[in-house]
C-alpha cells in the first residue's frame, strides 16, 4: 500500500516569505508526527495530532510554526517569516498507535521529508 | 527528561563483517520502546527493528539484533554480515510512554561506511 507522502520535496524560499509543507499519511492512521531535521543531526519533534486534535506542539519552536489537520487525515506545517535558522528537513512520520493503546510495537513510519532552504 | 546518546558520530566496518552500533538511554518511565532507523542518503527514516521495556529477549529481524541491557540502559544494534547497501546514517530512538504521545526522541545518529 502507499506509504507516508509529503510535498513538496524541496523548498526555497526567500527570508520572510511564507511556507506550507504538506504530509498525506497512510490511510488510516490515527497519529501523525511533524519533527525537524537540522543538517547532520537527529530528527527534533516538532508536533502531535491524534486525528485533527493537535495534542502536543511543545517542540514548535516559535509562533512561527502552526500546524494543521483539519479532517484527521492529511496535515500542513506553516511556517510564517520564515529564517536561515528554519533552514531543516522536516518529517512526517504516522502511527496506528492512539494515546492509551496498550499496543506496544505501532513503529512511526516517515515520510521521505522536505528539504526547505531558506536564503 | 528522556534522552538518547549515540557516542560514534562515524563507523567503518568491512563487507560481510559484524558490526554494534553504540546507544544508551536515559528515562525515569518504567515503559518505554526503543527503536533503530536507518536513513540513506535518500533520506527517508526505516524502521529496523524495536525493542519494548518489558520485552524478556532481544529483539531480532533478519541481520539486524538489538542488545538490550536493561539495567546499563543500553540498546546497542547489531548488524551481522554487513552489506554495501548497509552504508547509511542509523538512529536510535526513544519512544515516551503512549499515554503521553509516543512521540520519538532521536540520538545523534551514527554514520557507517561499510568498505568493499
Known amino acids: 500500500g502507499a506509504g507516508v507522502s509529503q510535498s513538496p520535496r524541496y523548498k526555497v524560499a526567500k527570508r520572510g516569505q511564507d511556507v506550507a509543507l504538506r504530509c498525506d499519511p497512510i490511510?488510516?492512521?490515527?497519529?501523525l508526527f511533524w519533527y525537524q531535521q537540522a543538517l547532520g543531526q537527529g530528527p527534533e519533534f516538532l508536533t502531535y495530532f491524534q486525528n485533527e486534535a493537535q495534542l502536543d506542539k511543545s517542540g514548535l519552536p516559535s509562533d512561527r510554526f502552526f500546524a494543521e489537520r483539519p479532517e484527521g487525515s492529511v496535515s500542513t506545517l506553516k511556517i510564517q517569516r520564515t529564517q536561515q535558522e528554519d533552514s531543516a528537513v522536516y518529517l512526517c512520520?504516522?502511527?496506528?498507535?492512539?494515546?492509551?493503546?496498550?499496543?506496544?510495537?505501532?513503529?512511526?513510519?516517515f515520510g521521505p521529508g522536505t528539504r526547505l532552504t531558506v536564503t | 527528561a528522556q534522552k538518547i546518546t549515540q557516542t560514534q558520530p562515524g563507523m567503518f566496518v568491512q563487507e560481510k563483517e559484524a558490526v554494534t552500533l553504540d546507544c544508551t538511554y536515559d528515562t525515569s518511565d518504567p515503559s518505554y520502546g526503543l527503536f533503530w532507523y536507518k536513513q540513506p542518503s535518500s533520506g527517508e527514516m526505516i524502521f529496523l527493528i524495536y525493542?519494548?521495556?518489558?520485552?524478556?529477549q532481544n529483539a531480532t529481524e533478519g541481520r539486524y539484533s538489538l542488545n538490550f541491557q536493561k539495567a546499563r540502559k543500553s540498546a546497542n544494534l547489531v548488524i551481522s554480515a554487513s552489506q554495501l547497501g548497509d552504508s547509511a546514517m542509523y538512529f536510535c530512538?526513544?519512544?515516551?510512554?503512549?499515554?503521553?504521545?509516543?512521540?520519538?526522541?532521536f540520538g545523534q545518529g551514527t554514520e557507517l561506511s561499510v568498505k568493499p
Open positions: 525493542q519494548g521495556s518489558y520485552d524478556q
Open positions: 530512538a526513544m519512544r515516551e510512554p503512549l499515554t503521553q504521545g509516543g512521540k520519538l526522541i
Open positions: 512520520a504516522s502511527s496506528l498507535a492512539r494515546g492509551g493503546s496498550q499496543a506496544p510495537t505501532y513503529e512511526q513510519y
Open positions: 490511510s488510516g492512521h490515527v497519529s
